[in-house]
C-alpha cells in the first residue's frame, strides 16, 4: 500500500444559500446524480474543482490557500462529512478529523459523559476509551470541571476538551483544521507536541493553517489552492511564497479600493489650495533597504500658505498606524510656500515586517486643524526573504543577543 490518501479528480459544488435541514433534505441530495458537464444553475458554484494528489504514509502535508480558496471543503470530503460530485477518494487507515473539534458533544451532558459520547463517535471503543480517560482529561486541563455540564464550560475548556479527545484517538491518518489556536498559549504549545509524537509513531497529518511558522516547521510538502483548484503542490520553501503572494495581493487590491472609496472625504474646504503633482517612491521593499521619497507639490493659482505643516503616515493594510513625521515636531520650520516646490524625504533604512502599506502624505495649517491637502495614494509591499507575514508585527528592529 502506497498511498494512505487518494484524491483523484474530485469536483464539488455547493449552492448559495443551500441548507440541508433535515435528512429528507439530505437523503436526496446525497444520492442525487451530478456531473462536471452539466451547466451550474443559479447561485452554484464550485467549490473544488478537479482537485488531485496523493499522501504516503508517514507525511506531514499543508494545505493553504486565501478564505474561500477551498481548503476546509477537502478536508471535509477526505473525512467524509461530505461527498464530492465527481471523482473519488480513497483511505487506507483510522482517520481523525480536528475540523470542528466539539461537532459531537451535547449541552446538557457532563465533560466525562462528552469524553465517552465523542470518543465513540470517533471510533473508539469503550475499553480504549476508559485506558485513555485520565490521560484525555489531564491534557485537556478540565479535570476540575470534568463532572459538570459543559454548557457551563468557557469556549475555550469546551474546545480543550474536543482536541484532547480527537488527538488521543491514535489515528493513522490526522486531519487538522485551524484548531490549533483554540485555548492558551501553553495549551497550544501541548498541542503542538501532540502533532510530533504523534508524527514519531508514523501517524500521517494533513494540517490546514494561516500560521506559516507552523506549516514550515512541520509541513515538508505544501498544496496550495486557489478557487479551488490546486495551482501549487511542493516542498514548504517553495510553495509558501506563491501563497505569500496571493495574500499581499489581495491586501494590496484591497487597501487600493478602500483608498479610492475614501477620496474626497476629508477637508473642511472642499478647493484643495496644494496639489501633490508628483511622488517618487519606489513598490517594494526589503530589509534595511533605504527608504528615500521625494515629493513634489504646488500651491493653485500661486497662492502664498504661511508656517504650512508636512505630515507622512505609514499605515498597514489592516488600518495599523504604524509610523508619523511631522515637520513641527522634529522642529523644522517653514515660513510659508508658494507655486512649485519639492521635497525630499529620507526614512533610513527599512525596519517594516512584511506586508503591504499605505503611505500618506498631507499639507496643514500652522494649528493642525485644516488640511490644505491628503494624498493617500500610494502603496508600498515589503517582502523579506525566509520571514513570513505577521499580522501582529510591525517593526523588525536589529537586535542583538549576548549571554
Known amino acids: 500500500m502506497k498511498y494512505v490518501l487518494e484524491f483523484d479528480h474530485v469536483w464539488k459544488k455547493f449552492k448559495k444559500g443551500e441548507k440541508l435541514n433535515s435528512l429528507r433534505d439530505a437523503i436526496p441530495h446525497l444520492f442525487k446524480q451530478d456531473d462536471k458537464n452539466i451547466p451550474l444553475q443559479d447561485l ?202 496571493i495574500v499581499f495581493k489581495k491586501k494590496e487590491d484591497d487597501l487600493r479600493n478602500k483608498m479610492k472609496s475614501m477620496d474626497g472625504r476629508v477637508g473642511v474646504d472642499t478647493r484643495s489650495l496644494v496639489d501633490i503633482v508628483h511622488v517618487d517612491l519606489k513598490k517594494n521593499y526589503g530589509y534595511r533597504e533605504k527608504i528615500n521619497i521625494t515629493l513634489e507639490y504646488a500651491t493653485r493659482e500661486n497662492e502664498k500658505i504661511d508656517h504650512p505643516i508636512f505630515n507622512l503616515d505609514i499605515v498597514r493594510a489592516d488600518c495599523v498606524h504604524c509610523c508619523s513625521s511631522r515637520t513641527d515636531i522634529l522642529g523644522i520650520k517653514i515660513d510659508s510656500i508658494q507655486g512649485k516646490g519639492k521635497v525630499e524625504i529620507d526614512l533610513g533604512e527599512n525596519m517594516l515586517a512584511p506586508g503591504i502599506y499605505m503611505v500618506k502624505f498631507s499639507i496643514w495649517d500652522k494649528e493642525m486643524i485644516h488640511p490644505y491637502i491628503i494624498h493617500n495614494k500610494e502603496v508600498i509591499r515589503v517582502e523579506i526573504d525566509g520571514l513570513s507575514n505577521h499580522s501582529d508585527i510591525v517593526f523588525l528592529p536589529e537586535v542583538k543577543w549576548k549571554f
Open 44 to 245: 452554484e458554484f464550485w467549490a473544488v474543482k478537479d482537485v488531485s494528489f496523493n499522501i504516503e504514509k508517514g507525511d506531514v502535508v499543508g494545505i493553504m490557500g486565501a478564505n474561500g480558496a477551498g481548503k476546509s471543503t477537502v478536508l471535509k470530503l477526505l473525512s467524509r462529512i461530505m461527498i464530492p460530485n465527481r471523482g473519488s477518494m480513497k483511505i487506507n487507515g483510522r482517520l481523525s478529523a480536528l475540523i470542528e473539534v466539539t461537532a459531537g458533544f451535547h449541552p446538557e451532558l457532563t465533560g466525562r459523559e462528552n469524553v465517552y459520547l465523542n470518543a465513540t463517535i470517533l471510533g473508539m471503543r469503550k475499553k480504549e476509551i476508559d485506558n485513555k480517560f485520565d490521560e484525555i482529561v489531564d491534557f485537556s486541563g478540565v479535570k476540575e470541571f470534568i463532572d459538570t455540564p459543559v454548557k457551563r464550560y468557557s469556549s475555550g475548556m469546551y474546545s480543550r476538551l474536543g482536541f484532547s479527545v480527537a488527538a488521543h484517538m491514535d489515528p493513522d491518518i490526522l486531519l487538522i483544521d485551524e484548531v490549533l489556536s483554540v485555548g492558551d498559549i501553553s495549551f497550544q504549545a501541548k498541542c503542538a507536541q501532540k502533532i510530533r509524537d504523534l508524527l514519531s509513531c508514523g501517524a500521517t497529518i494533513v494540517l490546514v493553517s494561516h500560521q506559516l511558522d507552523m506549516i514550515q516547521s512541520l509541513c515538508k510538502r505544501v498544496i496550495l489552492l486557489q478557487n479551488g483548484e490546486v495551482t501549487k503542490d511542493g516542498p514548504a520553501e517553495l510553495v509558501i511564497p506563491h501563497y505569500q503572494n
